[in-house]
């Protein structure tokens, strides 16, 4: 296995203070940080590149634009999506799942017909298709959860039938870290005529993804969660569902010919990135892709399961503590959402904080999960290639510190 503990020296960030004790990171499923190299390949840009792409000649230009299609041809490969078309770049997961909804499921969606997504969305895949929903006249239904709140393929078979178009699922929840059976699910939809729609947002940091393998027909992710900038993301989606949408923005870049009352569009995947695009970001995103590319995505999640069956392990001792989703490490990824008797959420990430550790609290953005949960909010720490057990550690004895503050 890798030495992670020496990958921590990549990351600067970790080596400050807070509150007088050394920062331990654990809100990574919020954002990821950033290495020095990742750094470096947007300074670099920013310092010697910096240009407009696809549209000037000039030495520059040409610079920046073989730099920017080279990150789309890293990521196309760092998924094996079968082409570069098939990659568009965004300013994130909710824009890519927007454009879906804006695009396939407006010329797709009608009346009477089903969208099928689940209890586990987080806000970004559950809007988009609910205002469809309410646009269309279509009926917006849930896949049941399991006791300990996963998705199971029988109860997904369940909700999907012949007048289902389109299913919208996170491959990895947010909250409960559980890991969604996205082929199988595919297979269903596919066998109803309804296209699979997948949030990646919190696996494709984490785990090795293969949309190919997975036959879903789009697949969104963000970049500031697989340690690439904020503002950066991708759409994948299957070519020839792509070269049948229309554009949902229109603008600069995105033209073929503009006449006075009619415009043309470019081909695959121009035509999706109207206007200037996040040009120094998408290329930090290909640095981002070659430096977890050169650790390995299934070394990744080998150590974010041993850390999180670690933290898990723990945290069970603690009398009071609540965790929500599956207790086994290898049915998630490295996340655990819990909450502690008699604490609320925010109280307890703050006296975290006073010890130095960074974790989440609140709804996650995903406040039908909360309601099915019985609870208004929780605590979240969520893990990354950075962490250490010593780190879990040190989260561990600030839960147990909460308590004896808040004298529990």
């Known amino acids: 296995m890798k030495n992670f503990a020496q990958i921590r020296s990549d990351f600067k960030i970790l080596d400050q203070e807070v509150n007088g004790k050394p920062l331990i990171y654990l809100d990574n499923a919020a954002t990821s940080q950033k290495p020095r190299q990742v750094i470096e390949a947007l300074t670099h840009y920013y310092e010697m590149d910096n240009a407009n792409v696809h549209r000037g000649v000039h030495t520059l230009a040409g610079r920046a634009t073989d730099a920017f299609e080279a990150a789309r041809a890293k990521v196309a490969k760092f998924i094996s999506a079968g082409h570069t078309s098939e990659i568009i770049f965004t300013r994130g997961t909710t824009t890519a799942l927007n454009l879906v909804a804006d695009s396939y499921g407006e010329a797709n969606v009608a009346a009477g017909d089903e969208i099928v997504i689940s209890y586990l969305e987080h806000h970004s895949n559950l809007i988009p298709w609910q205002q469809l929903a309410k646009r269309k006249g279509a009926t917006l239904k849930y896949i049941e959860l399991e006791a300990d709140g996963s998705i199971s393929l029988a109860k997904a078979a369940d909700a999907i039938s012949d007048k289902t178009k389109i299913v919208a699922l996170a491959h990895v929840s947010n909250v409960i870290g559980s890991i969604t059976p996205i082929r199988e699910i595919a297979d269903l939809a596919h066998e109803n005529g309804a296209v699979l729609v997948v949030d990646g947002a919190q696996a494709v940091p984490h785990m090795a993804v293969n949309v190919t393998e997975l036959d879903a027909d789009f697949y969104a992710f963000s970049g ?28 600069g870049e995105m033209i073929n010919f503009v006449e006075l009352f009619d415009s043309t569009w470019k081909e695959l995947p121009w035509k999706f990135e109207a206007g200037t695009p996040t040009i120094g970001g998408e290329i930090a995103l290909g640095a ?32 009071g503590l609540t965790i929500y989703g599956p207790l086994d490490a290898k049915l998630r990824c490295g996340l655990v959402t819990f909450n502690l008797d008699g604490v609320h959420p925010h109280d307890l990430a703050t006296v975290l904080d006073e010890e130095g550790v960074a974790i989440r609290a609140g709804h996650h953005c995903a406040q039908p999960l909360m309601k099915w949960l019985g609870v208004a909010s929780t605590a979240r720490a969520s893990f990354y290639l950075y962490n250490t057990k010593e780190e879990i550690d040190t989260f561990i004895g600030g839960l147990k510190l909460t308590k004896e503050y808040f004298g529990l």
């Open 224 to 251: 500031h969660k697989m340690l690439a900038p904020t503002g950066t993301g991708v759409l994948y989606g299957k070519k020839e569902l792509l070269s049948k949408m229309e554009p949902t923005e229109f603008g």
């Open 288 to 319: 981002a892709v070659d430096y977890l590319t050169g650790i390995g995505l299934d070394e990744i999640h080998a150590y974010e399961q041993e850390l999180t069956a670690y933290a898990l392990s723990e945290m069970q001792k603690i009398e």
